[in-house]
């Protein structure tokens, strides 16, 4: 069993940036892919960002290209999302997940995935 823990969401105003981590405090999670989803009221969970094993070739949705980053430092056991320029719709709880055998072809389907966070929030005001 993985334990993700997401931080840094927040309160921002449009056009601010917000940084996003997640840890797996104990446990070394350089072997598995990870992944940033949302999910806003109403709406299903949607792919913003993943980085497979390697760290290389990182994937996002066409929404968030050129805003987001996703970073990871297995050092740390850590995965960041960078988001700048933010927008009002992007406001949504924001998860965390690892997946051991996910291929590139399949980084951005929630399915593909083995563990979440419980989330953290981001508000983006107009």
């Known amino acids: 069993q993985v334990q993700l823990v997401e931080s840094g969401g927040g309160l921002v105003q449009a056009g601010g940036s917000l940084r996003l981590s997640c840890t797996a405090p104990g446990r070394a999670f350089g072997g598995y892919a990870m992944g940033w989803f949302r999910q806003a009221p109403g709406k299903e969970r949607e792919f913003a960002a993943a980085?497979?094993?390697?760290?290389?070739?990182?994937v996002a949705v066409d929404s968030v290209k050129g805003r987001f980053t996703i970073s990871r430092d297995n050092a740390r056991n850590t995965v960041y999302l960078q988001m700048n320029s933010l927008k009002p719709k992007d406001t949504a709880v924001y998860y965390c997940?690892?997946?051991?055998?996910?291929?590139?072809?399949?980084?951005?389907?929630?399915?593909?995935?083995?563990?979440w966070g419980r989330g953290t929030q981001v508000t983006v005001s107009s």
């Open positions: 997940a690892a997946g051991k055998r996910v291929i590139f072809s399949r980084l951005g389907r929630w399915d593909a995935y083995d563990y």
């Open positions: 980085v497979p094993r390697t760290g290389s070739n990182t």
